[in-house]
């Protein structure tokens, strides 16, 4: 099924103008000729922007560790209030800002409200967390001695963002930075720049109601020598880096090597485990969101499906229906469940997959193939694709940032842990069962290795409030909710001695 005809250029140009300026971005301040803002809607360009050079960058990281200097004493809940008129003002926008995401992103239009959404609850808890940034305080072995932890801002954070979430992922950084005292240099993906320049806009707005500093959230354009710049950066001692594991592999040991820290949070292979007790209706529902949302271009993506034999094709015959339902087109419109991919290479990218995919014994049962190419030259619509291995062949443990859902077999619940084990990422997984004892057979030490395992659910769309990340090649990194904050501060254990007396630890007696 396709659905209606592809919003026109020109209609994509002034919508995605209005909402920037509706954000307080200054056009003629940010045209320019260095770097072109594409949509993936029709694959025209909207327009040029200006873009900072790798001294630009400098120059940005200076101004946030001047702002730092100021910040990192100002109360944790007055930091708060500044996160709060943020999420206030995103609230007002959560329109503007979703149409930039469609715009640039290809997201459809829930989706694309759901990522600002994501922004605006990040900040809700933020704001609580600004008043709950605990240190612990633990016994002395020593009498008349008080020992304990406190939490201290740690300075500039580096951002480095991928497209495929142009606004969430840094709101899940900014938020809690700032609210830890931090100051933020900000390198968004050069596919979707616009984004980016509307929310430092509103946060600019929010730094000038709250009284905060200027200069507390820089951003800075441009391609991997502006992000590389900012890796390099000995004032920057945290770089959270979201990207492919090519990205992370070249940033993790650049900042290692100047002793900063990182938070990488890279590709992930993800799978969900179909046992027979689980309910087959809301295994399809949630395994179609998980595959086909966000057009396969999640970092949560559900690539693969390990189904236990005695109903691998009941579950295949129902997916393939699916699959060939999926109303693929505009985003903008509502019936619309797939938008298109970011641009030809990742077209490219995934033809190429489907075709090592078949020459390694896999069998398509569904999709693969281009949308209206003639009504829409320049953009890549496709059709979500469905393809039945013989086993965990090589182009199955690469992750292929596109629509492909291989679909695997298993015999044994110890088979099932073991494909979805034995991928270099470590990201998402899930399981669908009936049997409590398998899903905490999945969720158990010797179980699924990934930094979100789920039940019952598909491996996409993680709530703000849990840590986000994953292990392997995945990177490592938490971000987000629970204790994630710890990652933005540095931590100082202080001893008070109040006894009057000298007492050394461990029982040392060094009496002079
Ligand atoms: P990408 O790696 O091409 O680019 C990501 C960002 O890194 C961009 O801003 C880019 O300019 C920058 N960059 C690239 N090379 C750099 C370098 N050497 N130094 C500094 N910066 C550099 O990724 P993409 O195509 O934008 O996004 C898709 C990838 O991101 C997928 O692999 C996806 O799984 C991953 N991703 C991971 C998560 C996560 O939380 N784990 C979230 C979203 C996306």
Redesign the pocket.
């Known amino acids: 099924m396709v659905t209606a005809a592809i919003s026109g250029t020109d209609e994509i140009r002034a919508r995605a103008e209005q909402a920037l300026t509706r954000c307080g971005v200054d056009l003629t301040a940010v045209k320019g000729d260095a770097l072109t803002a594409r949509t993936p809607l029709t694959g025209a360009d909207l327009f040029g922007l200006r873009a900072q050079t790798p001294e630009d960058v400098d120059r940005a990281v200076e101004a946030a560790h001047t702002a730092f200097l100021t910040w990192r004493t100002t109360p944790a809940p007055v930091r708060g209030a500044l996160v709060k008129r943020f999420g206030e003002l995103l609230t007002e926008h959560k329109q503007d800002l979703a149409d930039l995401v469609t715009i640039e992103a290809g997201k459809i239009r829930s989706e694309a409200l759901g990522e600002v959404q994501e922004m605006i609850d990040i900040c809700d808890f933020a704001v609580g967390l600004s008043r709950q940034l605990y240190g612990r305080t633990m016994p002395s072995e020593r009498p008349g001695h008080r020992l304990m932890e406190t939490w201290h801002p740690l300075g500039v954070v580096g951002v ?6 142009p606004v969430a ?1 840094w709101a899940w950084n900014a938020a809690v930075a700032l609210v830890c005292g931090d100051t933020v240099v900000w ?5 979707t720049p616009l984004t980016a320049l509307a929310c430092a806009a509103l946060l600019d707005l929010a730094i000038a109601d709250a009284g905060a500093p200027k200069g507390l959230n820089q951003v800075v354009v441009g ?2 020598d502006v ?2 710049r ?2 390099d950066s000995p004032r920057v001692p945290l770089v959270s ?7 992370g592999r ?2 993790g040991p650049r900042v290692a090597a100047r002793f900063g820290r990182t938070i990488l ?4 292979n993800n799978a969900a485990v179909v046992t027979p007790s689980a309910d087959l209706d809301l295994t399809v529902n949630a395994a179609v969101f998980a595959a086909a949302g966000t057009a396969g ?3 949560t993506t559900l690539r693969r499906l390990i189904v236990h034999e005695d109903i691998a094709d009941t579950v295949v015959e129902r997916l393939t229906a699916a699959f060939e339902r999926l109303p693929i087109g505009d985003p903008f419109q509502d019936t619309t469940l797939v938008g298109p991919l970011v641009n030809e290479a990742a077209f490219g990218r995934m033809r190429e997959a489907v075709e090592r995919a078949t020459a390694e014994g896999g069998t398509l049962c569904a999709g693969g193939e281009r949308q209206f190419p003639d009504a829409a030259p320049g953009a890549y619509y496709v059709r979500p694709a469905l393809v039945r291995m013989p086993a965990q062949t090589a182009v199955v443990r690469e ?1 292929t ?1 596109a629509p492909i859902l291989y679909v695997l077999t298993y015999r044994d619940l110890d088979e099932a842990i073991r494909l979805n084990n034995e991928v270099p990422q470590g ?1 998402s997984a899930g399981i669908f069962t009936a049997d409590q004892s398998e899903a905490e057979r999945f969720l158990a030490p010797d179980g699924a290795d990934c930094g979100i395992a789920n039940v019952n659910i598909g491996t996409s769309g993680a709530e703000i409030g849990g840590a ?3 292990e392997k090649e ?2 490592g990194g938490r ?1 987000s909710g629970s204790d994630a904050w710890r990652a933005y501060m540095r931590r100082a254990t202080n001893t008070v001695n109040y006894s009057g007396r000298v007492a050394l630890a461990q029982g040392v007696d060094f009496s002079q």
């Open positions: 480095i963002s991928a497209f495929n979430f992922v390198k968004p993906s050069e596919l391609a991997a992000g590389e900012l890796v880096a979201t990207g492919s594991t090519r990205m070249a940033v949070e890279l590709g992930g271009q999640r970092c992750e940032f990201l986000f990340g994953g995945t990177g971000e």
